[in-house]
């Protein structure tokens, strides 16, 4: 047993306090040297048992005598069976035995870890054992099971003293216990913020008198203040935690993690679990003993909780991290939320018949004084300028009513959570990315300048001290009960909440039928938004950092796909955009197989049958790929400057999902539906959904390869620059610029690859089930431009261009890309008018493109079937661009009225626009008004429905082409 707290953390809480009176042994290293000695000798021995029998019968009696020595002095056990010879009664270790699993002895090294537990037993007597045969010693027995720390330790050290005579052969081991006894009562005495703390809190719950005093002295003086709340009586009761106060440390635990194993950080997590179990524990029943008290102390307490989170909602801001100063810690926050969620226990499942006692319309509160609160029961106020689900022109104020107490933990529990676990959740991600870019900043710059570099060095003390936090944070949020209580609350929240939104009567739980009526009920204008947002994020951060918890909910997983279909596809019941993208990264999180998962770690071994079961057999699976597409459209239509890169961040959870659900039937019957009907309304004034989807996957294709390529070529010029040393003749403040740029340019060129790759994708899967659509005049001549630019791009001469040195680490697949567009060209090769529009593009388009491309699909080795296959298509494309030509140059001296405007070319089809009395192409009006609802002469309102066909100039214009070929023959 080491001194060293990070190589073998004994002592699962000593780091939360005074390192010099931490509950632990005087051991020393040297003081185990013969242990590790007689370890190694032991593991030889093991080789050749016949030779070795006696010293391994010695190390068998030593172990004994051990255990038989700790039972005696500290009254703790391992074993509960009876046995002659044995301490009368003994108090069983039921966590030490669960994480021992067949040991049934204690171990020396043991002792330490064991005393701890029994330390935080509140009720010894529930764990109390009978374990001899012989009379029962009623003063042993109430030795056994004080619960006084202080009582039961001098009666542990009075008992050492009398059994020393016993056991004189093992000196070391008395004088260590002697020691270790003493440690612990001078801690107990001298750190009164742990164990004997709770005992002083809990001792003023005793009657209602000691309870007053006690929240009398828990409020500051200025209540306004939120970190003065962390400084009350009940607030040190919660301010502990594994969590450190400052980014820069000190580190209490995980100090510099890369020189340990992995293995030993786990040791560590578990023992801050176990001690943050414990004091979770005993917090809630100091809180549930207060509310026992009468509706005094109840109405006293309830303020306290309501006047604290008040005091700190500013948590929640995104800028409360640059003002930890003014608010209460993230790990007091922590620790207020896993009492909160335990009182919420009684109604947090499912369908629950207590949860329809939750009364929505809490949030809408706004008493006009402390006395009006209190007969209210509305403890915690302002929450009435949260933003809700949806908004209502005259929301009523509920004035006469009195709330119970389920509803008050319900929204506290919600509020807190917000505030606490999912604003640390976002630090922890971006801490998480902030720890990745400084590791590949770390591995290029070590590579450049060697280990010895002072700037590397630097960056290495950098990267150790924010892993320390990283690992602090994660200890704290993945603790496994109050995580485990967390997702039983937010699971039964949905329910609650589809109860709401589905227009049944919220009496009772009814079965939901889809599709929901348009008229969204009124109760979510009484929603705060920030309970979607604690399910959604929660989600999230399970599946990436605890993705069995989201299998575990087992049957469950049905509610939570009824939600995520209610407000991911119905915008009158949830107005926000961004939180609706949110649900949809949410449903990604439930997928089975989640490659952004499985690209830093297999997860084979996670079951996933509830989860496969949910995307294909859920009872309104039909609706889901409507839903998503909804969502994908919604975050292009809010009117609100979304900047690119936010909006691609939202749509990537998309893609995942929709490359997921085409492989199942019955999402792509839905979807192949959505695009019949599509092409039946392809003129509606309002474009069909699955039209505005096609148009906006081709402008994001359009941006974002545009992009990943422009910053490819620059990627290729400055490696360039660096490897004939241009750059290290640069002063090293311009080299650093140019470094920092250059890595800059790398994480965009990074992310525009990712998703470029992904929206081609999409094409490739969607034009593989889904055809006719895409050669619809409003859409072929785009998709064909579009394709010929890129393959252009990436088989023609600039190619060169674009090879980078480590192309992966960009995430730049152009071997994929290529592949990906000539299949796209396959899958709608067929079509005679698409094949026409590749012809028909005087950009990009040239006879030398599709051989230049499949010289590419030989070199990356492509089957030989789809070479043929686009050879043909080639062929095809060649005749019918022969055609064209011949008719081009016919018409090259059209009249200019038959010209569009726009586009330059004749038309075929002309309309008059009705404002500003121009006339175009029917296809490219309809183009324009897919992502712009106006007269693009005047910018007056305009829609398909509001177009006037111009038969006379069309026939006029088809006479005229009539002509000239005739003339021709």
Request: proline share 5%; net charge negative; with cysteine.
């Amino acid at each position: 047993m080491s001194n060293d707290p990070q190589k073998v953390p004994e002592n699962p809480f000593s780091a939360l306090l005074d390192p010099s009176q931490a509950f632990r042994g005087p051991k020393t290293d040297a003081e185990f040297e013969p242990m590790d000695t007689e370890s190694t000798q032991n593991s030889v021995d093991m080789a050749n048992l016949e030779e070795k029998q006696d010293d391994v019968g010695k190390e068998a009696q030593e172990r004994l005598a051990v255990n038989q020595f700790v039972e005696e002095v500290f009254l703790i056990t391992l074993d509960t069976e009876k046995r002659p010879n044995r301490v009368e009664h003994l108090v069983f270790l039921e966590e030490l035995s669960g994480s021992c699993r067949d040991q049934s002895w204690l171990e020396w090294d043991q002792l330490d870890q064991a005393l701890f537990e029994r330390l935080l037993i509140q009720s010894p007597a529930k764990f109390l054992f009978k374990t001899s045969i012989g009379p029962d010693s009623p003063s042993l027995m109430k030795q056994a099971v004080e619960n006084r720390i202080l009582f039961y330790l001098f009666d542990c050290f009075l008992r050492l003293q009398r059994k020393s005579g016993n056991f004189a052969q093992y000196p070391q081991h008395i004088a260590s216990a002697q020691s270790l006894i003493v440690n612990n009562a001078k801690t107990c005495l001298t750190n009164p913020d742990l164990l004997l703390y709770i005992e002083i809190i809990g001792f003023f719950t005793r009657s209602k008198y000691l309870a007053e005093t006690l929240l009398k002295f828990s409020t500051p003086r200025d209540p306004n203040n939120g970190k003065e709340w962390e400084n009350t009586l009940l607030g040190v009761l919660l301010s502990k935690s594994c969590i450190p106060l400052m980014e820069t440390g000190p580190f209490e635990f995980f100090e510099r993690p890369s020189r340990y194993l992995q293995q030993e950080h786990d040791i560590t997590q578990n023992n801050i679990w176990q001690a943050m179990a414990r004091i979770h524990q005993r917090m809630s029943d100091v809180f549930l003993s207060l509310l026992k008290l009468g509706p005094g102390i109840r109405h006293r307490l309830l303020f306290w909780i309501g006047d604290c989170l008040r005091a700190n909602s500013g948590k929640a801001k995104e800028w409360a991290e640059m003002t930890p100063f003014l608010y209460a810690s993230d790990g007091f926050l922590v620790n207020l939320n896993a009492v909160l969620l335990k009182l919420c226990k009684p109604f947090a499942a499912p369908q629950s018949p207590k949860l329809l006692k939750v009364d929505y319309r809490y949030a809408a509160s706004a008493p006009k004084s402390r006395s009006q609160a209190q007969q209210m029961s509305v403890h915690l106020q302002d929450l009435q300028k949260e933003t809700c689900f949806i908004s209502l022109d005259n929301r009523p104020e509920p004035t006469d009513v009195e709330f119970n107490f389920l509803t008050e933990c319900f929204f506290m529990a919600h509020r807190c959570f917000y505030m606490g676990f999912n604003r640390l959740q976002s630090r922890f991600f971006k801490i998480n990315q902030n720890l990745h870019r400084l590791e590949v900043a770390y591995r290029d710059l070590s590579q450049q300048r060697g280990e010895s570099d002072s700037v590397v060095a630097n960056m290495k003390e950098r990267f150790d001290a924010g892993m320390s936090m990283f690992l602090s944070i994660k200890a704290a949020l993945l603790e496994p009960q109050t995580l485990q209580a967390a997702l039983d609350l937010h699971v039964a929240s949905t329910t609650w909440l589809s109860n709401l939104a589905s227009g049944n009567s919220i009496d009772a739980f009814n079965p939901i039928s889809f599709p929901l009526s348009a008229q969204s009920p009124d109760y979510l204008g009484y929603v705060p938004e920030f309970i979607l947002y604690n399910i959604a994020d929660t989600l999230v951060f399970l599946q990436r950092f605890h993705e069995n918890s989201i299998e575990d909910c087992g049957l469950h997983l049905d509610h939570l796909m009824t939600f995520l279909l209610i407000f991911m596809g119905h915008r009158s019941r949830l107005k926000n955009p961004h939180l609706r993208a949110s649900l949809a990264e949410a449903l990604a999180a439930l997928l089975p197989h989640h490659p952004d998962v499985q690209r830093g770690r297999s997860n084979h071994l996670i079951p996933h049958f509830h989860r496969e079961r949910i995307f294909n057999k859920h009872v309104h699976v039909e609706f889901l790929a409507a839903s998503v597409i909804e969502v994908f459209v919604g975050i292009e239509m809010t009117g609100s400057g979304v900047a690119f890169e936010q909006k691609f961040n939202y749509r990537h959870p998309m893609y995942v999902v929709l490359d997921y659900i085409w492989e199942i039937e019955v999402h792509r019957k839905a979807l192949t539906r959505l695009a019949v009907y599509t092409e039946e309304h392809m003129e509606d004034p309002t474009p069909p959904l699955f039209l505005r989807f096609i148009n906006l996957l081709m402008n994001d294709a359009i941006y974002l390869l545009d992009e990943a390529l422009s910053y490819m070529s620059q990627m290729k010029h400055n490696q360039r620059a660096r490897d004939t040393g241009e750059w290290e003749q640069l002063p090293p403040d311009q080299r650093g610029e140019r470094e920092n740029s250059h890595r800059h340019m790398a994480m965009l060129a990074r992310f525009h690859n990712i998703m470029s790759n992904e929206t081609i994708h999409q094409f490739e899967v969607i034009t593989r089930h889904i055809k006719s659509i895409f050669s619809h005049p409003m859409i072929v001549d785009r998709i064909a431009n579009m394709l010929n630019y890129f393959l252009l791009h990436l088989v023609g001469p600039k190619r060169r261009d674009l090879k980078v040195k480590d192309a992966d680490s960009f995430e730049f697949k152009p071997r994929q890309l290529v592949a990906d567009i000539c299949q796209v060209y396959l899958n709608l090769g067929d079509d005679k008018s698409f094949c026409s529009a590749i012809s028909r593009d005087g950009r990009s388009y040239s006879r030398n493109l599709f051989p230049q491309a499949e010289e590419v699909l030989v070199r990356i080795g492509r089957p030989g079937c789809m070479i043929s296959d686009f050879h043909a298509l080639h062929e095809k494309v060649i005749s019918l661009a022969d055609s064209q030509e011949a008719d081009e140059e016919a018409f090259a001296d059209a009249p200019e009225e038959f010209i569009d405007p726009i586009m330059g070319m004749l038309m075929s089809d002309p309309v008059t626009l009705p404002s500003s009395g121009v006339i175009v192409e029917r296809a490219t009006i309809a183009r324009h008004l897919l992502s712009d609802q106006s007269d693009p002469f005047n910018r007056s309102p305009l829609n398909m429905e509001m177009i006037r066909p111009n038969l006379e100039l069309k026939q006029r214009i088809e006479a005229w082409k009539q002509s000239i070929r005739s003339s021709k023959h």
